[in-house]
C-alpha cells in the first residue's frame, strides 16, 4: 500500500516537472535564432509601381502599430494584464490602423510590431492590409519575435508570437536585409522565448540619381535597464550609417525606447524612469551627430508615446534619421492616432537631390564685322 501511494506521489510530483521540461526543451531547440545577416525576400503588393525621382518630394512615415491590438487595455507586454485582443478589439483597431495608412499616403511606410500570425491577434497577418490600404508595390518584413510558443504569463499564456519590421515603398524595392541586433543579457531559455530586436533595410532606386535610396527601420530593446543592450545596438546603427557610400541618400527610422537628450526623467513616474538607466544616454552617439526630421526632441507637441488612457504623449522615443543628399522639406508627429496605438507615426516630406543640372549652351558669339579696309595713301 505504501508503495503504491509514494507512486502515486512520485506521478503527481513527476508530470509537471517533466512537462516544465519537455516545455523548455521544445522552446530551445524550436528557438528563432537568426544569422547575423539575412537576406529579406520582396513581396508584391496591387498598387502600381511609382519610381521615387530626384527633385521630386516624397512622403516617409515611420510607426509602431503596438501590434494592432488597439488601446483599450494596458497588454502583458507593457506591464499589464492583458494578453490576448478580443475578436471585437480586432474589429475596431484594424480598420481604423488601414484607415490611417490610407489617409497618411506614405510613399515609403516604416513599421514596427507588425503581427504576422500572433495568437493575442487572432493569428490575422496584417501586412496585406497595410500593403493594399497604401497602395504599396512592393514590401519586404522580417520577424523579430517569432516564438512556437510563449508559456508566460502562467495561466494564461501569450502562446504563438510572430511579430515584425516592415518597408512598404509604392516604387518597387530593389533589395532588403535583415541586420540582428544585440541581445538582453538574459538565461537561454528566457532568451529563446524573447524579442530578437534586429534592423531591416532596404535599397530603392532613385530616378535620376546615381544611388539608391537605403531606408531602414528598428525597434530597440524596452526594459534593459540599462545592463548595455542599448549601447550595443546603437553601435550597430551608427556601422550601418557609416557603411553607406559616399553620395547615397538614406533614411533610419524607428522606436529606439531612448529619451531624447535633455529630457528630465523627473517627469516620469518613477517605474516608467527606471526603464532610461543607463549610465549615459546611448541615442547621444546620434543626436546630434546625423540628422533628424524634427529638431526640438523636447517640445511636448514632439512627443510620440501615448500611454493608455491618454490622448497626449509624454515623451519622445521615436525618431527619423536622414542623411545625404536629403531635404526635409517639412516633419510632424502625427497626433489624431493617438486612441489606435500607444505610439504616435512620424511623417516626413522629403526631397532627394537632383543632379546637377547640364551645362548651359553657350550663347553664340556676337558676329564680328570685318573692319574697314584703309583708303589707300596719297602717293609721295
Given at each position: 500500500?505504501?508503495?503504491?501511494i509514494?507512486?502515486?506521489?512520485?506521478?503527481?510530483?513527476?508530470?509537471p516537472?517533466l512537462?516544465?521540461?519537455?516545455?523548455?526543451?521544445?522552446?530551445?531547440?524550436?528557438?528563432?535564432?537568426?544569422?547575423p545577416?539575412?537576406?529579406?525576400?520582396?513581396?508584391?503588393?496591387?498598387?502600381?509601381?511609382?519610381?521615387?525621382?530626384?527633385?521630386?518630394?516624397?512622403?516617409?512615415?515611420?510607426?509602431?502599430?503596438?501590434?494592432?491590438?488597439?488601446?483599450?487595455?494596458?497588454?502583458?507586454?507593457?506591464?499589464?494584464?492583458?494578453?490576448?485582443?478580443?475578436?471585437?478589439?480586432?474589429?475596431?483597431?484594424?480598420?481604423a490602423?488601414?484607415?490611417?495608412?490610407?489617409?497618411?499616403?506614405?510613399?515609403?511606410?516604416?513599421?514596427?510590431?507588425?503581427?504576422?500570425?500572433?495568437s493575442?491577434?487572432?493569428?490575422?497577418?496584417?501586412?496585406?492590409?497595410?500593403?493594399?490600404?497604401?497602395?504599396?508595390?512592393?514590401?519586404?518584413?522580417t520577424?523579430?519575435?517569432?516564438v512556437?510558443?510563449?508559456?508566460?504569463?502562467?495561466?494564461?499564456?501569450?502562446?504563438?508570437?510572430?511579430?515584425?519590421?516592415?518597408?512598404?515603398?509604392?516604387?518597387?524595392?530593389?533589395?532588403?536585409?535583415?541586420?540582428?541586433?544585440?541581445?538582453?543579457?538574459?538565461?537561454?531559455?528566457?532568451?529563446a522565448?524573447?524579442?530578437?530586436?534586429?534592423l531591416?533595410?532596404?535599397?530603392?532606386?532613385?530616378?535620376?540619381?546615381?544611388?539608391?535610396?537605403?531606408?531602414?527601420?528598428?525597434?530597440?530593446?524596452?526594459?534593459?535597464?540599462?545592463?548595455?543592450?542599448?549601447?550595443?545596438?546603437?553601435?550597430?546603427?551608427?556601422?550601418?550609417?557609416?557603411?553607406?557610400?559616399?553620395?547615397?541618400?538614406?533614411?533610419?527610422?524607428?522606436?529606439?525606447n531612448?529619451?531624447?537628450?535633455?529630457?528630465?526623467?523627473?517627469?516620469?513616474?518613477?517605474?516608467?524612469?527606471?526603464?532610461?538607466?543607463?549610465?549615459?544616454?546611448?541615442?547621444e552617439?546620434?543626436?546630434?551627430?546625423?540628422?533628424?526630421?524634427?529638431?526640438?526632441?523636447?517640445?511636448?507637441?514632439?512627443?510620440?508615446?501615448?500611454?493608455?488612457?491618454?490622448?497626449?504623449?509624454?515623451?519622445?522615443?521615436d525618431?527619423?534619421?536622414?542623411?545625404?543628399?536629403?531635404?526635409?522639406?517639412?516633419?510632424?508627429?502625427?497626433s489624431?492616432?493617438?486612441?489606435?496605438?500607444?505610439?504616435?507615426?512620424?511623417?516626413?516630406?522629403?526631397?532627394?537631390?537632383?543632379p546637377?543640372?547640364?551645362?548651359?549652351?553657350?550663347?553664340?558669339?556676337?558676329?564680328?564685322?570685318?573692319?574697314?579696309?584703309?583708303?589707300?595713301?596719297?602717293?609721295?
Amino acid at each position: 500500500m505504501k508503495r503504491r501511494i509514494l507512486i502515486v506521489i512520485a506521478v503527481i510530483v513527476g508530470l509537471p516537472v517533466l512537462a516544465v521540461g519537455g516545455l523548455a526543451a521544445y522552446m530551445l531547440i524550436t528557438e528563432h535564432s537568426p544569422e547575423p545577416v539575412e537576406a529579406v525576400e520582396i513581396v508584391a503588393g496591387e498598387g502600381s509601381a511609382t519610381p521615387l525621382k530626384a527633385g521630386e518630394p516624397f512622403t516617409v512615415v515611420s510607426w509602431n502599430l503596438q501590434f494592432g491590438a488597439g488601446k483599450t487595455a494596458p497588454f502583458f507586454y507593457e506591464g499589464g494584464d492583458r494578453v490576448h485582443a478580443t475578436q471585437a478589439e480586432m474589429d475596431v483597431a484594424l480598420p481604423a490602423l488601414a484607415a490611417a495608412t490610407k489617409a497618411m499616403s506614405a510613399d515609403v511606410l516604416l513599421l514596427q510590431e507588425l503581427d504576422r500570425d500572433s495568437s493575442r491577434t487572432l493569428n490575422i497577418d496584417q501586412l496585406p492590409q497595410h500593403m493594399q490600404a497604401g497602395a504599396y508595390a512592393s514590401g519586404a518584413s522580417t520577424p523579430y519575435h517569432r516564438v512556437g510558443f510563449v508559456p508566460m504569463p502562467p495561466g494564461n499564456p501569450l502562446g504563438q508570437v510572430d511579430m515584425h519590421l516592415a518597408v512598404l515603398a509604392r516604387a518597387p524595392i530593389a533589395k532588403a536585409e535583415r541586420i540582428q541586433l544585440a541581445l538582453l543579457k538574459e538565461n537561454p531559455l528566457w532568451q529563446a522565448g524573447n524579442l530578437k530586436r534586429a534592423l531591416l533595410w532596404a535599397e530603392i532606386p532613385v530616378e535620376g540619381h546615381p544611388q539608391p535610396l537605403a531606408v531602414a527601420v528598428t525597434h530597440l530593446s524596452a526594459f534593459s535597464r540599462g545592463d548595455g543592450t542599448l549601447d550595443a545596438q546603437v553601435d550597430a546603427l551608427v556601422q550601418w550609417i557609416e557603411a553607406r557610400p559616399d553620395g547615397q541618400p538614406w533614411i533610419l527610422a524607428g522606436d529606439f525606447n531612448l529619451l531624447p537628450p535633455g529630457y528630465d526623467k523627473s517627469q516620469l513616474a518613477d517605474e516608467k524612469a527606471a526603464l532610461y538607466n543607463d549610465e549615459k544616454n546611448p541615442i547621444e552617439k546620434m543626436i546630434p551627430r546625423f540628422r533628424t526630421i524634427i529638431d526640438d526632441h523636447l517640445a511636448p507637441e514632439n512627443a510620440t508615446y501615448v500611454a493608455v488612457g491618454e490622448t497626449r504623449g509624454d515623451r519622445k522615443i521615436d525618431y527619423v534619421f536622414v542623411g545625404g543628399p536629403i531635404e526635409v522639406i517639412e516633419a510632424d508627429v502625427v497626433s489624431e492616432y493617438h486612441a489606435i496605438s500607444d505610439h504616435l507615426p512620424l511623417r516626413a516630406k522629403l526631397r532627394i537631390g537632383a543632379p546637377p543640372a547640364p551645362a548651359e549652351p553657350a550663347e553664340p558669339a556676337e558676329p564680328v564685322e570685318p573692319a574697314e579696309l584703309a583708303e589707300p595713301a596719297e602717293p609721295q
